[in-house]
């Protein structure tokens, strides 16, 4: 062990959310490091401790949305619903972290500022908010990949005289819409979460779309205690099977095209899809919806004959039509009422395209299209600077001072997602090109933060002081990545997922889609691993 003094530490890792509460368990349980966490929040939770908006809820089914590491855990925790909300998955962490006693090692209230890496003692110094220095053998950014706002300039913001939020930085004590005549602006995963539930409070929503999305019914409800009880007695073999699987879930692609079967039999299993509600239809269609964009099309025209069938209004249903992009090309949105929340004479939709596109934020509201739309409350549901972002933001300085932002300047560049060259015992938990957003987190969590656990021991029993991906393994798993989804109908979409939603952000593909999914990287992380880590540079 390296600790000389309290500010000395085996390893630092930043963030409390599910990622860092586990890396904290793993160094320090299995491993005996010597961990701090900071953590900006009051408490663990990450992602589900500022993401507190009306209606946030968990898009996964919550039986796999969970840790697997502790089976007793997985046998005593009820859920109360098929997708949680956000204040009962906190619970869930808080109860985690109870469990294990990881708050004793967690700072709360203090951001990390900056980190660099000493070169002549082979430690990373890193800063605070609260003008703490201290120095680690291991940095581990635990992030997570949506966590950096993305608040667009709109110009006139400042003048607005009511009042405006964006959704990942909520209130604790909420927001009351009541008798108010409130704007939403943005239509993805979290706006159309949010929309139906401000639409029951407001006087009046107005709803402002630049792009229309394919939304799926969410079909949320009770898990009858017999499901409940059959998962908790097979959960091992739902854990291998969700390890192995192509995206963390129970969702499987059904292995024919979507233009092999006959217009009836398409039908009835787009219906059986579209019944079961959650991420079936987009992640266990016609193995062919990614990368045909015939195939691609028959679902997205059974999505559009769903939404004509809902909105009562035609003009209305017009402006609902995704059109300009591959259906599952963007996240995909589960929807609670969402289409019907059209319906109620209380909400109006602004379309970009047929009514113009937002121009400014004036005293009064928001005008769009020359026209200006009075309101109290805007509501802004633009997104976040994804999976880069999150790490910029941390200011990290490299060997010879390089920093995150010249190393990544035309996209990001890393090892499998989890390291990158000239950056030292730094680990990115669910990097960029790693699976990551393309999976059901917890699953990518737990491998990486288990992979590096595995690495850091064995740096520490062989007694090795550094580690990093040489540059060749770098600029291969770099062509790998871009190659494998050249070949898919992903790269078409304004994205974030191709970093499109940021004005600047040099386009590319931010996750790692396949060949084999979560299952076959989690291999090829094992087999480096075995390899003695093919591909790492570690020094002593
Ligand atoms: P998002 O998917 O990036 O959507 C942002 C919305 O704001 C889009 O409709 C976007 O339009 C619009 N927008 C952005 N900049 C704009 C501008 N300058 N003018 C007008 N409109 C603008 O963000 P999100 O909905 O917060 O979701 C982000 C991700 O969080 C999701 O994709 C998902 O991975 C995750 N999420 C997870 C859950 C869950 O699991 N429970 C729930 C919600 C979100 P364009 O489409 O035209 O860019």
Request: hydrophobic share 35%; aromatic share 12%.
């Amino acid at each position: 062990m390296t600790t000389t003094s309290p500010t000395d530490f085996d390893a630092i890792v930043i963030g409390a959310g599910f990622s860092g509460m586990y890396m904290l368990k793993s160094l320090r349980d299995k491993l005996g490091l010597n961990v701090k966490v900071f953590e900006a929040g009051d408490t663990v939770g990450g992602t589900w401790y500022w993401n507190r908006y009306p209606g946030a809820r968990c898009d996964s089914d919550a039986y796999i949305y969970v840790f697997t590491f502790d089976k007793q855990m997985l046998q005593e925790w009820e859920w109360s619903e098929r997708y949680p909300t956000q204040p009962e998955i906190l619970r869930y962490l808080e109860y985690v972290a109870k469990r294990h006693d990881l708050k004793r090692d967690i700072q709360f209230g203090t951001r990390v500022t900056g980190a660099e890496f000493d070169e002549k003692a082979d430690r990373w110094i890193v800063h605070t908010d609260k003008g703490e220095t201290v120095t680690a053998k291991y940095l581990i950014p635990a992030v997570g990949t949506l966590s950096t706002t993305n608040l667009p300039d709109f110009k006139g913001l400042e003048r607005f005289k009511g009042k405006w939020y964006h959704t990942s930085r909520f209130p604790k004590e909420g927001v009351d819409f009541t008798a108010k005549r409130v704007a939403v602006v943005g239509t993805g995963a979290t706006a159309v979460q949010a929309i139906p539930e401000i639409s029951q409070q407001a006087k009046q929503l107005t709803v402002f779309q630049r792009t229309a999305n394919y939304c799926v019914p969410a079909r949320n409800g009770k898990v009858s205690p017999e499901v409940t009880r059959a998962r908790k007695a097979d959960y091992d073999n739902i854990i291998q099977r969700i390890r192995e699987s192509f995206f963390g879930q129970e969702h499987y692609m059904i292995p024919k095209s979507a233009l092999e079967v006959s217009p009836e039999e398409r039908e009835r299993q787009f219906e059986q899809m579209w019944d079961a509600g959650g991420f079936a239809f987009w992640l266990g269609n016609y193995q062919d919806m990614f990368f045909s964009a015939e195939a691609n099309e028959v679902c997205a025209d059974f999505i559009r004959r769903k939404i004509r069938a809902t909105v009562l209004d035609p003009k209305t249903a017009d402006k609902l039509m995704p059109k300009g992009h591959y259906y599952g090309t963007k996240r995909q949105p589960l929807d609670t009422n969402y289409y019907e929340t059209f319906n109620k004479p209380n909400v109006q939709l602004i379309d970009a395209a047929t009514d113009g596109a937002i121009e400014e934020i004036t005293e009064n509201g928001i005008r769009a299209g020359g026209k200006e739309y009075p309101v109290d409350i805007i509501v802004f549901a633009t997104g976040f600077d994804a999976m880069t972002g999150p790490f910029k933001a941390l200011n990290l300085k490299g060997r010879g001072g390089r920093t995150l932002d010249q190393a990544w300047q035309e996209g990001p560049r890393s090892y499998l997602g989890i390291s990158v060259v000239g950056f030292p015992n730094l680990f990115t938990i669910t990097g960029p090109q790693s699976p990551s957003v393309l999976s059901n987190m917890p699953v990518s969590i737990e491998q990486h933060v288990e992979w590096v656990t595995g690495l850091i021991d064995h740096m520490e029993k062989s007694g090795k002081k550094t580690v990093e991906p040489t540059v060749e393994a770098q600029e291969q798993w770099v062509g790998h990545v871009n190659e494998i989804v050249s070949a898919t109908l992903m790269t078409s979409a304004n994205s974030w997922y191709m970093s499109a939603n940021i004005p600047g952000k040099p386009k590319a593909f931010l996750p790692y889609l396949g060949p084999e999914g979560v299952g076959g990287y989690r291999r090829k992380c094992d087999e480096i691993a075995a390899k003695g880590y093919e591909g790492f540079k570690l020094s002593a």
